[in-house]
């Protein structure tokens, strides 16, 4: 989200959908208020929408990017702690 921030002048936009699966709803709801007020504090009108019906996060959308963790948390738990054994 940083980055989108500081090229705003490159990239105005207006509204980020952040879209999860079901499972990951409870997680959503925590984080999805980070970037709002990231883009508080940068000054630009920006909108972030949290939701998990894909069709609503897409419908009209100029640009999609991804990012996702394959396994969800538990692979994430994993991830970090390979390196730390």
Same mark, same amino acid.
């Given at each position: 989200m940083e ?16 879209l999860d ?6 997680? $959503? ?37 991804? $990012?996702? &963790?394959?396994? $969800?948390?538990?692979? &994430?738990?994993?991830? $970090? ?5």
């Amino acid at each position: 989200m940083e980055g989108f921030t500081k090229r705003y002048t490159d990239l105005p936009i207006k509204e980020i959908w952040l879209l999860d699966v079901p499972a990951g709803k409870e997680k $959503q709801d925590i984080i999805a208020a980070t970037p709002q007020k990231m883009w508080n504090a940068s000054g630009h009108n920006v909108k972030i929408h949290s939701t998990l019906d894909w069709t609503e996060a897409l419908k009209n959308a100029d640009f999609v990017t991804t $990012q996702f &963790r394959v396994g $969800q948390l538990s692979a &994430r738990i994993l991830a $970090q702690a390979i390196p730390a054994s």
